[in-house]
């Protein structure tokens, strides 16, 4: 069966910080990746997915990136964290059929920026 | 552009009541539609899900019909219980693109 892996599970980081986040899936083969962010109040907002290494694409400008560096690993990173990148960041896969495939849910990672 | 919208929380029931958390959508051609659960800090669970008009989705005692007359989605459980205690979220998916558009989430607080 198809696990997905999310860490750190908690972080608090200082503004102007840099940040890593890492998502690895098991048990399936060149998925679809994505990025979420949930904001307090603001429901879920697709940040980046992917359809292979190397490939990603964005759907909201602002400081945060993407990578797929192998087949079933997915980071998000920025450079200079800001206090409104606050939140709670969710990785997704799916099977790679195109649109409309259900996706599956890490377990989340809890961003605090001070 | 393709949207969700879903009844505002929060729902407080007593055990075993019935529960209605309403959904309708917008959009072009014919998306699938999901209702996802999150319990308190964690990620969001699939819950069901139905990928054409008048497909019923069902799980844990939940069900949620495809209706495209009234394009709606709306979960309904007929006897809740203490550990249904969760934020639910609709969402759909076009055929076309590759995001998941979702609703603002419905909290739901089951009373013993």
């Known amino acids: 069966s198809q696990t997905i892996h999310q860490w750190p599970a908690t972080l608090v980081q200082p503004v102007g910080s840099p940040l890593s986040l890492e998502c690895t899936v098991e048990?399936?083969?060149?998925?679809?990746l994505y990025w979420y962010r949930q904001a307090a109040g603001r429901g879920l907002q697709l940040l980046f997915y992917s359809v292979g290494i190397g490939q990603i694409s964005s759907e909201v400008p602002q400081n945060l990136s993407a990578s797929r560096p192998q087949d079933r690993q997915f980071i998000l990173s920025s450079k200079k964290l800001l206090l409104s990148d606050s939140g709670f960041y969710l990785c997704?896969?799916?099977?790679?059929?195109?649109?409309?495939?259900?996706?599956?849910f890490g377990p989340g990672t809890r961003l605090l920026v001070l | 552009g393709d949207s969700v919208t879903q009844m505002e929380g929060p729902v407080t029931l007593s055990e075993e009541a019935f529960l209605t958390i309403n959904c309708t959508y917008t959009a072009t051609g014919y998306p699938s539609l999901f209702w996802y659960v999150q319990y308190p800090g964690e990620g969001l669970q699939l819950l069901l899900k139905?990928?054409?008009?008048?497909d019923k989705g069902s799980n844990k005692g939940f069900e949620a019909t495809y209706r495209k007359e009234t394009t709606s989605f709306h979960l309904e459980k007929g006897s809740v219980q203490v550990s249904d205690s969760a934020v639910y979220f609709c969402a759909l998916s076009a055929n076309s693109g590759y995001a998941l558009n979702f609703g603002k989430g419905t909290s739901l607080l089951v009373t013993p």
């Open positions: 048990g399936t083969s060149n998925p679809n």
């Open positions: 139905a990928t054409k008009a008048d």
């Open positions: 997704a896969w799916s099977v790679a059929r195109g649109g409309a495939e259900t996706q599956y």
